[in-house]
């Protein structure tokens, strides 16, 4: 048994500390409920670019769209200029999110060459800037999300800059990614790191600290808390294709073994996820989206090069429909 406690992003408190990292192409309001039931406290959307906030139609309020119910809900806004990014921020902030997040860590080629996201780990007083214009433009916590490190021989020096000038400007605390942009997502994530940015901040209690990067499963989300001691941890990977992630963290932590779904639960979640996803993208988009989804489910099947194959074959929701029954077995 590990006792976790609950933790605050501001005046919001979450109870569990294993939170849904930001997922471009995945973490939409589809994916986000099905987290949520399974344990998920607090969830963050996709990044949405600053200038696009305020648009309502089309694939950006797919991107938006969220459940009235839905809190703590943070949204993520990515961009460059301050005067920009502070505008989408009062915007959705006025739409009823809880938490602004800023992205400062996309290591995207097309985010980069557009000085967005990670671009900005090498700029740390504008970073710094569009921080103190977007928490004096609302009244909801802000929270950034940053790297060690933009290029992999850099010093950790422009981190504590942004960290510390961050803190300053009126932020409500931090997502570190132990790994530096130019890695993207390969090898390994710096916990050392992200457990000594913590201790940094350690005296502070107005100032979250959450870590991210190798939280793959329920016993790593619980590892990163116990080595780290961060206020919570961010599952993004790990999540895709196992929603349990969270709940199977919140048996662990009750020193409960971790819930095994068995064939007939996956497929009513499975099921569930395509019926959500039909709700936000309707019947001809939503099995592009799921397809990938698919392949992450399929890793928990005891055949899954098949069910693979299957998934990635899909067109319409019957087809989806027809790889359940066919490996999942039929519905009763
Ligand atoms: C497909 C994909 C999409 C992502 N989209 C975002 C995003 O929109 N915003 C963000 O801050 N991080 C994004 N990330 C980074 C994750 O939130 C997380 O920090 C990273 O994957 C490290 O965690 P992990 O090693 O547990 O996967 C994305 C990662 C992946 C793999």
Same mark, same amino acid.
């Given at each position: 048994?590990?006792?976790?406690? $609950?933790? %605050? ?12 990292? $930001? ?9 986000? !409920? ?9 969830? =963050?959307? &996709? ?15 797919? @991107? ?7 809190? $703590? ?5 990515? +961009? =460059? ?14 739409? +009823?999110?809880?938490?602004?997040? @800023? ?48 290029? /992999? /021989?850099?010093?950790? /020096?422009? *981190? ?19 790994? !530096? ?19 940094? *901040?350690?005296?502070?209690? /107005? ?35 196992? #929603? ?5 963290? %919140?048996?662990?932590?009750?020193? %409960? ?7 007939? &639960? ?24 799921? %397809?990938?989804? +698919? ?8 055949? #899954? ?11 319409? #929701? ?5 790889? @359940? ?5 039929? !519905?009763?």
């Amino acid at each position: 048994m590990t006792e976790l406690k $609950p933790f %605050r992003i501001g005046p919001i408190e979450i109870d569990f500390p294993v939170a849904l990292a $930001p997922l471009a192409g995945y973490s939409d309001h589809a994916f986000r !409920s099905i987290c949520r039931q399974q344990g998920a406290a607090y969830c =963050t959307t &996709e990044m949405v670019l600053d200038r696009c906030a305020t648009v309502r139609r089309g694939q950006q309020a797919i @991107l938006l769209s969220r459940g009235p119910d839905e809190h $703590p809900l943070a949204v993520q806004i990515i +961009g =460059t200029e301050a005067a920009t990014m502070a505008g989408a921020a009062r915007f959705l902030a006025g739409e +009823g999110f809880d938490v602004i997040d @800023l992205n400062f860590a996309c290591p995207v080629n097309k985010a980069l060459r557009r000085r967005r996201g990670g671009y900005l780990m090498q700029e740390p007083a504008q970073v710094v800037a569009i921080v103190e214009a977007v928490a004096n433009a609302v009244d909801i916590p802000v929270t950034l999300k940053v790297r060690q490190r933009f290029a /992999d /021989d850099d010093s950790e /020096d422009a *981190f504590w800059r942004i960290a510390r000038g961050a803190k300053k400007a009126g932020a409500a605390g931090i997502i570190v990614h132990g790994r !530096s942009v130019e890695q993207k997502y390969r090898g390994s994530a710096d916990w050392n790191f992200i457990g000594r940015v913590k201790a940094e *901040f350690s005296g502070t209690n /107005d100032w979250t600290v959450m870590g991210s990067g190798d939280v793959l499963t329920a016993r790593a989300a619980l590892a990163m808390l116990v080595e780290t001691g961060v206020d919570a941890v961010c599952a993004a990977r790990g999540a895709i294709g196992n #929603p349990w992630l969270f709940r199977q963290a %919140r048996d662990l932590a009750a020193g %409960r073994p971790p819930h095994v779904p068995d064939l007939t &639960e996956q497929r009513r979640m499975i099921l569930q996820h395509m019926d959500l996803a039909v709700d936000l993208y309707g019947p001809d988009k939503a099995p592009r989206i799921m %397809r990938k989804f +698919g392949i992450k489910y399929a890793r928990m099947h005891p055949t #899954p090069k098949a069910v693979r194959m299957a998934f990635v074959a899909v067109r319409t #929701p019957a087809d989806w429909q027809a790889v @359940l029954d066919r490996y999942y077995g039929e !519905s009763v």
